[in-house]
């Protein structure tokens, strides 16, 4: 009986390893996408369009048809030059980076990817929001304690 119950124990121990795993590794993931999608300064030298794509895709050590391909899933959005060439920036070269870094380390495919990036944009739309709401509330109680204290004067 003590050994049967010993082998649940440790059963038990070995799941909740198995979910520590798996949430560090959630935690790593989650991690680097949000560094993905740090809002940006406009006018950095990081930001600023610099490398062809012939360029960026020797610095991220892919293809440039995978570059195109990346795009038009809306994974990266380069910058267009006055005569429609891609230029990529910095910031666009360590986005790849860490897209890569994602499929490769992590296994993410693309569809899996497109999802994550887009329920982070949406996170961020929805923080946003939230400080935008807690401004106004703040605001509002400011402005309200003020003239309970001047309704309480009189």
Request: proline share 2%.
């Amino acid at each position: 009986m003590a050994s049967k119950d010993y082998y649940q124990i440790l059963k038990v121990n070995k799941n909740t390893m198995e979910a520590e795993d798996k949430f560090q590794e959630i935690n790593g993931i989650y991690e680097i996408l949000s560094n993905l999608l740090k809002p940006r300064q406009a006018m950095t030298s990081n930001s600023e369009p610099r490398y062809v794509i012939s360029v960026a895709a020797r610095m991220v050590d892919i293809e440039s048809h995978t570059l195109r391909y990346y795009e038009r899933l809306g994974l990266i959005q380069p910058r267009r030059s006055e005569g429609n060439i891609r230029l990529y920036s910095q910031d666009d070269i360590d986005r790849l980076c860490c897209i890569k870094r994602l499929m490769g380390d992590w296994g993410i495919n693309l569809a899996g990817m497109e999802v994550a990036l887009r329920l982070m944009q949406k996170m961020r739309e929805m923080q946003h929001r939230v400080e935008e709401m807690e401004a106004r509330l703040e605001h509002f109680m400011e402005t309200n304690v003020g003239s309970d204290t001047e309704y309480k004067e009189e």
